[in-house]
């Protein structure tokens, strides 16, 4: 599986989506990839020759040079189908009234694994996730701000609300693979923010750096493919911070309340979901006993 991005402008998506999903439906990928006028965002499984291949590709183009990939071993594909989609920004922070993030112009200054973790350990630091709520709630750093929020461009606003308190201080940002921080930080340097940084390459570079190998994240990192949660912490300080909304027992393993209108992902261990079924509270539970659907399924497989 390969996890990438690329800022560089393309001055025609549609012809380079049209390149990009034959050479892919050729090498018989599959995963999900954005392509906007600011680059490319994507993740792909394959076979190990084809996933090479289509390395070799990318990093042939000239509109991609210095690509960077992220790779993991998988048992088989991690998605059903290969979605590739054109979109106006390949990371949307949400700025419609006043220009978009060029994390080609301006960022946040990058820190390695190793820096990341030392600057953690300064006094008066402030750590802040750069993603989206439920991606915390499965797994963070150690005494990071979680910011109470269900989409990448509300940002924003949260973080102008937040300037005050962080004027004067040395601001951390993470993200999955490092994307969305590029802008993140970015935008906070535009807001008059001075000492601002990111963690390069995201907690998945975080997780397999030879050094830290994960040290105080806690939980699991929420991907968006089938595996939903990944290892990244290999360390003594390894927990699971997650638990099951029925009995509160430690539980990692997401899954969908099965209330169709709900949908919402939640913790439920085996056993409750056997006993109590995958349902978020009794209103869902209830709701859809009215409907006729079942609330526990004795053969159903947690996530």
């Not at 040290?215 to 912490?233: H, Q, S």
Request: negative net charge; aromatic residues 8%; hydrophobic residues 35%.
């Amino acid at each position: 599986m390969l996890l990438y991005y690329r800022y560089t402008s393309i001055a025609d998506p549609a012809a380079y989506h049209a390149a990009h999903r034959a050479l892919c439906e050729s090498l018989e990928l599959r995963g999900r990839i954005i392509i906007g006028h600011e680059g490319i965002n994507g993740t792909v499984s394959g076979t190990v020759e084809n996933t090479n291949r289509y390395r070799a590709a990318l990093e042939a183009d000239p509109l991609l040079a210095g690509i960077e990939f992220k790779i993991d071993p998988t048992d088989g594909h991690v998605f059903p189908k290969l979605s590739i989609k054109v979109r106006d920004e390949i990371v949307t922070l949400g700025l419609p009234d006043e220009a978009d993030i060029d994390p080609n112009a301006l960022t946040g200054g990058r820190l390695s694994p190793v820096e990341f973790y030392e600057a953690m350990q300064e006094e008066d630091v402030v750590v802040i996730d750069g993603r989206n709520d439920y991606e915390a709630e499965l797994g963070r750093f150690k005494n990071a701000i979680c910011p109470p929020l269900r989409s990448f461009r509300d940002f924003p606003d949260w973080l102008r609300d937040k300037l005050p308190d962080l004027r004067g201080r040395k601001i951390l940002t993470y993200c999955t693979g490092g994307i969305r921080c590029e802008k993140l930080s970015g935008f906070l340097r535009r807001e008059g923010l001075d000492e601002v940084y990111q963690l390069d390459g995201g907690i998945v570079t975080y997780g397999k750096d030879p050094e830290v190998r994960g040290r105080d994240f806690e939980g699991l990192c929420y991907v968006f493919d089938e595996r939903i949660g990944v290892e990244v912490n290999h360390t003594e300080t390894r927990r699971i911070i997650t638990r099951c909304r029925v009995c509160g027992s430690v539980e990692s393993r997401y899954g969908n309340c099965r209330w169709p209108d709900c949908n919402e992902q939640i913790f439920v261990c085996p056993p409750c979901r056997e006993s109590h079924g995958l349902f978020c509270g009794e209103s869902c539970r209830e709701a859809a006993r009215a409907e006729g659907l079942p609330a526990v399924v004795p053969s159903e497989n947690p996530v």
